[in-house]
């Protein structure tokens, strides 16, 4: 009986795990100028000016910026189109 209980705890853990969601990440690179990556946030992704600036100011301030969220298929989808802009992205799993 105690078997069966630990496997439904686990099974419970795996699917919180599974259900995660993923995230994009842009990463600061010394070729890109700020203006440029902020111009790409605002065509790609459709933020607004505001936004655009400050995700590209932590890309340029921490080397790093979250710059969507959302499903696996989708944040690869934008990890390749910055890929296509000439920008340094990343995919992976959302933190708890």
Same mark, same amino acid.
């Given at each position: 009986?105690?078997?069966?209980?630990? $496997?439904? /705890?686990?099974?419970?853990? %795996?699917?919180?795990? *599974?259900?995660?969601?993923? !995230?994009? @990440? &842009?990463?600061?690179d010394?070729?890109?100028?700020?203006?440029?990556?902020?111009?790409?946030?605002?065509?790609?992704?459709?933020? $607004?000016? /505001?936004?655009?600036?400050? %995700?590209?100011?932590? *890309?340029?301030?921490?080397? !790093?910026? @979250? &710059?969507?969220?959302?499903?696996?298929?989708?944040m690869?989808?934008?990890?390749?189109?910055?890929?296509?802009?000439?920008?340094?992205?990343?995919?992976?799993?959302?933190?708890?």
């Amino acid at each position: 009986m105690t078997t069966t209980l630990e $496997q439904l /705890d686990t099974e419970g853990d %795996l699917r919180a795990v *599974v259900e995660l969601p993923w !995230r994009t @990440i &842009v990463w600061d690179d010394p070729v890109n100028l700020m203006t440029y990556v902020s111009y790409v946030f605002r065509s790609y992704f459709g933020y $607004q000016r /505001d936004e655009a600036e400050r %995700l590209m100011l932590l *890309v340029h301030t921490e080397g !790093r910026a @979250i &710059v969507a969220v959302g499903n696996r298929e989708a944040m690869e989808r934008h990890a390749q189109a910055m890929h296509g802009y000439g920008l340094q992205a990343t995919v992976a799993r959302d933190e708890p």
